[in-house]
């Protein structure tokens, strides 16, 4: 399996941070900052809750980064740092606003998934098909597609079992071949006639 440059450039990072280079730090956080990111906001569906979550595993991955054995190992430990942490902040989150009566009185919050669906009618059928997966599919298919993780490494990023990550990638692609596959509203017929006869 060929390992693509920024991996490399990772377990480079990383091996220079564990020594103490805190340009090596820098580096790292600007190599993995838009990719775990973007995991933060799949999981919470919030830019801001997304942004203070990371920030808070940022803390987490440099104070843990000396025990970490196998540099080629990063991101999939980082990924699982940010998981925990945006599970917390999703906890904390549903915490305050159970206490809090004043929120009780507004309006409820837009649905994420809504929120997503609807930023992705405007990106494209493929788009479409990911953000209508539930959120267990959409983060799986992301993280194996789009950041280009194992299986193993997914596994250890959601702290989900090999086994139901398979179940959820094949049943997350099920699902979007069938919305691939289904046809769109009929097109007009420039000509004015009706070739279905």
């Not at 973007?38 to 987490?60: C, K, P, S, V």
């Not at 843990?64 to 999939?76: I, T, V």
């Not at 606003?97 to 998934?113: F, V």
Request: include cysteine; aromatic fraction near 4%; glycine fraction near 8%.
């Amino acid at each position: 399996m060929q390992r693509d440059s920024k991996r490399v450039l990772g377990e480079y990072l990383v091996i220079a941070a564990q020594t103490g280079d805190r340009k090596a730090c820098g580096q790292l956080a600007q190599l993995w900052q838009p990719a775990l990111l973007r995991h933060a906001l799949r999981l919470t569906g919030d830019g801001e809750l997304a942004r203070d979550t990371l920030q808070d595993a940022w803390i987490d991955i440099f104070r843990g980064l000396d025990g970490l054995a196998d540099a080629a190992a990063f991101p999939a430990w980082a990924y699982r740092i940010v998981t925990r942490k945006s599970a917390r902040s999703i906890r904390g989150l549903q915490r305050r606003r159970q206490t809090s009566a004043a929120l009780a009185a507004e309006p409820a919050r837009e649905n994420p998934g809504e929120r997503d669906a609807q930023s992705a009618a405007d990106r494209g059928p493929l788009a479409r098909a990911l953000a209508a997966l539930p959120h267990e599919q959409r983060t799986v298919m992301a993280l194996f597609h789009i950041d280009a993780f194992t299986v193993a490494e997914i596994s250890v990023a959601l702290g989900v079992p090999v086994g139901t990550i398979k179940t959820r990638l094949m049943h997350a692609r099920r699902k979007m071949r069938a919305a691939l596959e289904m046809p769109d509203t009929p097109t007009p017929n420039p000509g004015g006639r009706d070739d279905r006869k």
